[in-house]
């Protein structure tokens, strides 16, 4: 999801926003997030970055409120004579494609340089995954002499001045030293050769998609000539890019031409080729569930921006989002409006049904309620430090946890440990339980991961008799026997704990909890500890 | 009066007779603990009875190290005596010999250059005071001799004493003792001196009802006042909601799934047409298990979900990339539910349809805790799988749910996901905070999904949705955090889940 973020007067100039044009605006899909008196803050999702600048939005605003219904059409001039770019075969495993363009007639003013830079910004960060995948230039058309060439060269051939510095450096000092450098530097580390545009006097252009050089990549409010391009590993986003940012300047007043790629074939971008894509009435109403005739199938879609002729609807070259026909008759849904619809429930008889692990946690719980005891709910990540409590080798961790948080727990006495400590200071006694998963390593599973429910009991003050008093009151309710085997376990004291049996299957232990394990936690009452896995016993209720 | 003196407790009836007399006379007359004494001139408060007056006694006296000094002498004195005896000695030297901690020395040195007692000159201590000052009795330890004494007979001269001395280590103390008086009201003085008839019954005892109780009476209980608080045990309050939004479920003819939590990235995001490059698949938002691959379900459906995603299947263009194997057994904590989903829809037998599912289940994200976000928190999720299944029906389960939630007021806006078509945002209207809050994904998955799973002739409606935020307001919770902190004292407190 993307904020956008347009100057209120500007899209005020052709859309005045009242009540009604804010209720379109949000069931247009673009939620209104912020507006104040200079600005109007929307948010776009990411399939659609057409919208992401003022003109492309507009368009497609204006078409929604019937301003301006339909297809829009952008004319292309015809290409000049060595508007071409050369792709040589050495950036193809680097950064292999690239589309460009040239607009004149601009008149540029220091809001719309601005505009554009945003909107350059916001398409390499979404649409080109922070230029991963596509990054996109603009430089005056004047400063270069055609034909171009897109090449990699070795990275420490490359010299030149990039844009905001005062003097030449070389390619590795700019990714260190210049902050767009410093920033997307990682896409090029990983290769000897970094892509470069050059001029047809070898001067170096850009070194995409890092930095153009100040020589020719300054846009000032002088510049009525633009070249653009687009790189990236990925062609579609590419030319995509380079779609939305030529509308857009064509929107502002500017003349579309073409360049001629020469890769291992010759063609022209931008491509302004509409797709056409078959829509069936009956497929809109079961979708839908909204009656529609073809009139008016034609009318909602041509409201978003596309035309309708007899089962065919043409959309404009920007809507690369439409995979299919369903993403049509999503358009043709919004152009009715979400809030037109009258929800309602259909007849289709099933039977419901709890799952039964879900009823038996129920039913555990409510047995351990009823002794008094308070239901605890614990994350199921614990915190660094924590897993060295109870050692085992078979403890998952998660990679990059933005918090202290950075294990999946693999017992519940962890947490159960962390809360008592926090609550040291609350009126006592302290009985707690809590019944959750926990996780261990496990190759045979699917995901390799060991998930078992598990169930803790917790009394403070207590001993081990009360603990046990509390297991026999729960295993006499689900009707299970249970046998004890001494056995000494980590942090509890040696002849005050025990595991506890089911048909000869250890499935938990209890026990009194060592002062000098409660002293480095800080707990400062005595702790008595059951824990059993609920899995073996959930099998054997009957 | 005859009210009063029938509901007068043992303890009350026992000081009465001694009310002309002073706490500590009634202590000793009633042969009542202090304890007793007090509480009962507290009831006999409530009662009008008498009106207290609560002044606070501080009295000075020894400390630990106080006691110590008082018997062996301040430190500053017994360091005179080690200067005298080692003159133009160093500080070391002298720290050395006198065997004192580190704090005494410097606090009993501070006090002898204060008073010009000593002097020190390049690092060495001699005597600079006469040998009659040195003589003469130091304030501080005059003051020693005083205690214990009741501040308030304290000169300014000594308060300052005090000051210095409190400052220092355990010498002194301040003792605090509150001290009760009080006076007798109309009503009091009327009473005061009785002797009040004691025969009057306390607690019913076994043999009351064996042998009968004859012409005595009760003594009358005073039922307003506050009685100490018990706790019950309790379902954890996140818990109970949950019990109720699966009763709504399950009586609308919804099935529950289960599932693990721990998911291969083929369920969680393949499965559902979010291509590899998606955003949700980088470690700033999803979980990732460390050194954990998993494994792929069989060819069949792995092969559909590959196609789908790089050429597209079902009229559908794809995303146009070469997909990887090795992305998709990537193990991450699962960021919604609707894996499930996927899952039970891979492996439902045709004759089964149509049907419905739903789960209520804990999802992660890659996120820092704030107020408004947790990086572990529930989903209540749900399916209708069917031939002939729509929007608008989609739009009426949502409704319907939430409605039994309590929001009357539920809206609709249009949003995105990978694996929906048409997708729909949902909002409810928060009474509280009075504003809509959003709360999350529905729609109908995308033939993309439906092919891959389980063939393109039927329809699936979906949703799922933060579940903590539905219940917010009916726990007046401002801070998410909350629901999980644990804090014993507010679950103790906290309401159940009472909607019915």
């Not at chain 2, 749900?382 to 039994?404: A, M, P, S, W």
Request: proline letters at 4%; hydrophobic letters at 35%.
């Amino acid at each position: 999801m993307a904020n956008i973020t347009f100057p209120r007067k500007e899209f005020e100039s052709e859309i005045k926003i009242t009540n009604e044009i804010e209720k379109k605006i949000n069931l247009f899909g673009t939620p209104l997030e912020f507006m104040n008196n200079e600005e109007i803050n929307i948010e776009v999702f990411p399939n659609r970055p057409d919208l992401y600048t003022i003109q492309g939005y507009l368009r497609a605003l204006k078409a929604f409120i019937g301003k301006e219904k339909g297809l829009k059409k952008y004319n292309i001039n015809k290409p000049e004579k060595d508007y071409k770019v050369y792709v040589e075969k050495q950036v193809k495993d680097i950064r292999g494609h690239t589309a460009c363009a040239i607009v004149k007639g601009l008149k540029l003013n220091n809001i719309n340089i601005k505009e554009l830079m945003n909107a350059q910004e916001k398409l390499s960060s979404t649409l080109g995954r922070n230029r991963k995948k596509m990054g996109l230039g603009l430089y005056p058309l004047e400063k270069i002499k055609f034909p171009i060439t897109y090449t990699a060269k070795n990275s420490k051939e490359i010299k030149y001045i990039a844009l905001g510095l005062n003097e030449e450096h070389t390619a590795e000092e700019i990714l260190k030293i210049h902050p767009t450098g410093r920033k997307y530097g990682h896409l090029l580390e990983n290769h000897k050769m970094y892509p470069v545009f050059i001029d047809k006097n070898k001067k170096i252009m850009s070194m995409p998609p890092i930095v153009n050089s100040e020589e020719t990549g300054r846009i000032t409010t002088n510049t009525d000539e633009l070249f653009i391009e687009c790189t990236g590993t990925e062609k579609s986003s590419v030319e995509k890019a380079l779609i939305i940012m030529t509308t857009t300047l064509a929107d502002m007043g500017g003349k579309i031409y073409p360049m001629e790629i020469i890769d291992h074939e010759k063609y022209n971008t931008p491509d302004f080729t509409t797709q056409k894509t078959k829509i069936s009435l009956s497929n809109v109403e079961n979708t839908i569930g909204v009656k529609l005739n073809e009139k008016q199938v034609g009318e909602l879609l041509s409201r978003m921006g596309h035309s309708y002729k007899s089962g065919i609807v043409e959309s404009p070259a920007w809507r690369t989002d439409i995979l299919h026909e369903i993403d049509l008759i999503e358009d043709i849904t919004i152009a009715l409006g979400y809030d037109q619809l009258s929800p309602s429930i259909p007849k289709i008889s099933t039977v419901g049904e709890e799952s039964r692990n879900s009823i038996l946690k129920r039913k555990m719980s409510s047995i351990i309620a009823e002794i008094e005891f308070d239901e605890i709910s614990t994350y199921h990540l614990i915190k660094q430090g924590e897993e060295e409590y109870f050692k085992n080798k078979d403890i998952i961790e998660l990679l990059d946890s933005k918090t202290e948080y950075k294990f999946l727990r693999n017992n519940l006495i962890t947490p159960m440990i962390r809360i008592l400590s926090e609550n040291k200071d609350v009126e006592y006694p302290h009985k707690l339980f809590e019944i959750g998963k926990v996780f261990s390593k496990n190759l045979q599973k699917e995901t390799g991961v060991e998930e078992e429910e598990h169930l803790i009991l917790a009394i403070s003050p207590s001993n081990t008799t009360t603990i046990k008093q509390n297991i026999d009151y729960i295993f006499r309710k689900i009707n299970i026997k249970y046998s004890i085997k001494e056995n000494n376990f980590p942090n509890l004291i040696d002849g005050r704990c025990a595991e506890i049996i089911v048909n000869n299957k250890q499935v938990g232990y209890f026990g009194e909890v060592h002062p000098n394990f409660l002293k480095n936690v800080g707990i400062k009452m005595p702790l008595a500890i059951a824990e059993i896995n609920l899995e073996n016993i959930y099998d054997k209720i009957n | 009066m005859e009210n009063i003196i029938n509901s007068l407790s043992s303890i009350e009836r026992a000081i009465i007779p001694h009310l002309n007399k002073n706490v500590d006379e009634i202590i000793e007359k009633s042969g009542l603990d202090k304890t007793s004494v007090l509480r009962a001139i507290m009831f006999l408060e409530n009662k009008g009875i008498l009106k207290t007056n609560h002044k606070e006694k501080r009295t000075v006296v020894l400390g630990i190290n106080g006691i110590l000094y008082k018997k062996n002498h301040l430190p500053e004195r017994r360091l005179i005596e080690i200067i005298e005896n080692n003159q133009g000695k160093n500080l070391q030297e002298i720290a050395h010999k006198s065997g004192m901690s580190e704090n005494e020395f410097r606090a009993a040195l501070g006090v002898l250059k204060e008073k010009a007692i000593i002097e020190i000159k390049d690092g060495k201590i001699r005597i600079s005071a006469k040998k009659e000052e040195i003589m003469r009795k130091m304030p501080e330890e005059e003051f020693l001799e005083k205690i214990p004494v009741s501040e308030e007979n304290l000169k300014i001269e000594d308060k300052m004493i005090m000051k210095k001395l409190l400052s220092r280590k355990s010498i002194i103390e301040i003792e605090s003792e509150k001290i009760t008086s009080f006076e007798l009201t109309e009503l009091g003085k009327s009473l005061s001196g009785k002797n009040i008839e004691t025969e009057l019954i306390e607690e019913v005892t076994p043999k009351m009802i064996k042998e009968g109780i004859g012409k005595k009476k009760f003594r009358k209980y005073d039922l307003s006042i506050r009685v100490p608080e018990i706790n019950g045990g309790s379902i954890h309050y996140v818990n109970q909601a949950i019990e109720y939004a699966k009763k709504i479920w399950t009586d609308m003819g919804f099935k529950e799934m289960n599932g693990s939590m721990t998911e291969t990235s083929f369920w969680n995001f393949d499965s559902l047409f979010t291509p590899q490059d998606h955003p949700a698949r980088e470690m700033q938002d999803t979980f990732f298990i460390k050194g954990i691959s998993g494994k792929l379900p069989d060819k069949e459906i792995v092969s559909k979900v590959k196609k789908a995603h790089e050429s597209g299947i079902e009229g559908s263009k794809g995303w146009k990339y070469s997909w990887s194997e090795e992305e998709a057994k990537k193990v991450i904590l699962r960021t919604h539910t609707t894996c499930l989903s996927a899952r039970t829809i891979a492996s439902i037998k045709k004759e089964n349809l149509p049907a419905k599912f739903f789960s209520i289940g804990k999802v992660f994200r890659n996120e820092t805790l704030d107020w408004s976000h947790l990086f572990d928190f529930y989903q209540t999720e749900g399916i209708v799988i069917d031939k002939n299944v729509n929007f608008v029906q989609l739009l009426g389960y949502l409704k319907e749910f939430y409605k039994k939630m309590g929001f009357e007021k539920i809206r609709f806006r249009p949003s995105y996901f990978p694996y929906t078509e048409p997708s729909v945002e949902i909002e409810i209207f928060h009474p509280g905070k009075q504003k809509w809050l959003e709360l999350g994904g529905a729609g109908i998955f995308r033939p993309e999904v439906t092919e891959s799973l389980i063939g393109k002739d039927y329809k699936i409606i979906a949703w799922g949705q933060g579940f903590e935020r539905i219940i917010i307001d009916y726990y007046k919770i401002n801070d998410l955090r909350e629901m999980y902190s644990n804090d014993i004292k507010k679950l103790r407190e906290s309401k159940n889940w009472m909607k019915t």
